[in-house]
């Protein structure tokens, strides 16, 4: 009987073991953070919103630009008038 309860003890003992260490995996997972598979679909997620962001802004500054060319061809001949004169 004393065998039993020995066995019975060690087996005891060993699932503790085991549910501590499973515990602190969990605990050590925890702190890690998010799973690397999800932050990277997240910065893929970001990475396209600053793609089309910046799709936006080159198609402003190309608009913007335009027209500066346009206010440059319409000064030269005021600025040639007053050289001119």
């Avoid at 598979?37 to 600053?50: D, F, P, T, V």
């Amino acid at each position: 009987m004393s065998q039993i309860k020995e066995l019975d003890d060690q087996i005891t003992e060993a699932l503790d073991r085991l549910r501590a260490a499973l515990d602190a995996r969990d605990a050590a997972d925890a702190a890690d953070g998010p799973d690397p598979r999800e932050r990277i679909a997240a910065l893929e997620g970001e990475k396209a919103e600053l793609v089309n962001e910046l799709e936006l802004l080159q198609a402003k500054r190309d608009k913007d630009v335009a027209a500066l060319d346009d206010l440059i061809a319409q000064l030269k001949p005021l600025i040639q008038e007053v050289g001119d004169a």
